[in-house]
Structures are given as structure tokens and as C-alpha cells.
């Protein structure tokens, strides 16, 4: 089984800075995207950045310029670093990994980790 474990939310002021952590542990071959997504009170979940297993990056209008994604394929980590947040980024964040495989010739699967609250005073 494949577990995804996210980290690093909590509450911060507008304009300021959090730094949020996933790792995928368990049996892994190899994992083709990362990524965070989002859902706020009573919206449903949209994307907010995604990276490729060779670095190739997606990220929403909405935090372009703001949030950065990156990635350490050796220890199947996905980072977001959130920069100049505002109170409309409050949110529950997401983890997932899409195409995980077990070995090189399985089938991939998707996962998502537990989710981890943002908070954004005004």
C-alpha cells in the first residue's frame, strides 16, 4: 500500500509565507506526477500546481508567481513553497501522486494524502 503524509499547514497572516511537505511512502517503483490541490468551504477542489517526474511544472492562474512547486524523486517528496499568501489561498490542501507504480510494467495508480488545513488572516 502507498500512503501519502502531508505537512506544514497552519495559520499565517496575509503576505506571509508556509512551506508545505508530502512524502509517498510504501511500495514504490516510481511515481509520474505530484502535485497539491486545494478545496475551500463549500467549493470544489482545484488544482493548484503539479510536477512531472522530469521537473515539468503546472500551476493555476491564481498562484502563478506566488507558489512554487518542486520535488525529490529520491525520497518521493513534493514541496510547495507558498509565498505572499492571501485569504482566499485558506483552503484544505491536498496531496497526490498520480501514476504510481509498484514495479516498472504495473499499472499506475492514483493517491491522495489526508490533507492538510491553510489558513490565511486578513
Known amino acids: 500500500q502507498v500512503q501519502l503524509v502531508g505537512s506544514g499547514g497552519g495559520l499565517v497572516q496575509a503576505g506571509g509565507s508556509l512551506r508545505l511537505s508530502c512524502a509517498a511512502s510504501g511500495s514504490i517503483f516510481s511515481i509520474n506526477a505530484m502535485g497539491w490541490y486545494r478545496q475551500a468551504p463549500g467549493k470544489q477542489r482545484e488544482l493548484v500546481a503539479t510536477?512531472?517526474?522530469?521537473?515539468?511544472?503546472n500551476c493555476a492562474d491564481s498562484v502563478k508567481g506566488r507558489f512554487t512547486i518542486s520535488r525529490d524523486n529520491a525520497k518521493n517528496t513534493v514541496y510547495l513553497q507558498m509565498n505572499s499568501l492571501k485569504p482566499e489561498d485558506t483552503a484544505v490542501y491536498y496531496c497526490?501522486?498520480?501514476?504510481?507504480?509498484?514495479?516498472?510494467?504495473?499499472?499506475?495508480?492514483?493517491?491522495w494524502g489526508q490533507g492538510t488545513q491553510v489558513t490565511v488572516s486578513s
Open positions: 510536477i512531472t517526474s522530469d521537473g515539468k511544472t
Open positions: 497526490n501522486a498520480q501514476g504510481v507504480k509498484r514495479t516498472p510494467t504495473a499499472y499506475g495508480n492514483n493517491y
